[in-house]
């Protein structure tokens, strides 16, 4: 049986949940869990699809799913992360930036390129020697909860720092740089209100050439910090691991 534990109902949790109702992603039941129970148990009732909400994550490992989706917050992920890989559960974590802080080395973790893409590439070179990454994120006013009416430079410095001071916004920060590391990720945050996107430009300089990514993404209706792109990446990711097992 093929079951699928989320943890964290929001804006990503919800879009993973329909895709499992509309067939994207196969498996026999949900299992829900949020720390605000109204949330669980509302998705579960808009959901078709066999559903379970447990009242701990505790309870969750205990049903066994086959894989488990933390979408919840970095603390969920520190809390949760440890326990979950401790009965060798496929875990597919949104809050990367928590792994900054666990330092896990596991195969049974598996990040989603989240709102960006070329992390495959990046890795190569990262292989090869990268002298420099910078990561340029420009969002709305609204979304980093600012009302400036002009462009203004929000943060600049490393990613480990952004990721602290927008837990939220900046899991891509996490993401490049667990791809390039040991080498630092230079992160500039933009507060402009021209943009009606999430955007982000990551300029790599390695040492055979350049490149230069941009990806401009509708922030999540629900959820401005974050892109609808970020849970369909996950959504892939959670179709092929399910994909791999063969009960």
């Not at 979408?71 to 900054?100: C, F, H, T, W």
């Not at 979304?143 to 943060?155: C, G, I, P």
């Not at 992160?187 to 021209?194: C, L, W």
């Not at 993404?217 to 063969?246: F, G, M, Q, V, Y």
Request: with cysteine.
């Amino acid at each position: 049986m093929k079951r699928i534990g989320l943890i964290g109902c929001g804006a990503i949790g919800t879009l993973i949940c329909a895709a499992v109702e509309n067939g994207i992603v196969e498996c026999d039941e949900l299992i829900l869990y949020d720390y605000n129970l109204e949330k669980a148990v509302k998705l579960q009732k808009s959901l078709s699809t066999p559903v379970k909400v447990v009242r701990s994550a505790d309870e969750m490992i205990r049903l066994r799913p086959a894989v488990v989706v933390e979408a919840a917050s970095q603390q969920a992920a520190k809390d949760y992360v440890p326990r979950i890989l401790a009965e060798n559960i496929e875990l597919i974590v949104m809050s990367v930036g928590a792994l900054l802080d666990l330092d896990i080395k596991n195969n049974r973790v598996h990040i989603p390129s989240g709102a960006i893409g070329g992390l495959d590439a990046i890795s190569s070179v990262a292989l090869a020697g990268i002298d420099e990454v910078i990561l340029t994120t420009r969002k709305g006013p609204a979304s980093l909860d600012m009302n400036n009416r002009e462009e203004k430079l929000v943060y600049e410095g490393n990613a480990r720092e952004a990721v602290r001071l927008f837990p939220r916004e900046m899991n891509i920060a996490a993401t490049l740089a667990l791809t390039v590391q040991p080498l630092e990720v230079k992160v500039k945050v933009v507060s402009d209100p021209k943009v009606k996107r999430n955007v982000h430009e990551i300029n790599v300089v390695w040492k055979q050439g350049e490149m230069f990514l941009r990806f401009a993404n509708d922030p999540h209706p629900d959820n401005p910090r974050t892109s609808a792109l970020a849970a369909w990446s996950a959504i892939k990711l959670l179709k092929e691991l399910l994909e791999r097992r063969r009960d």
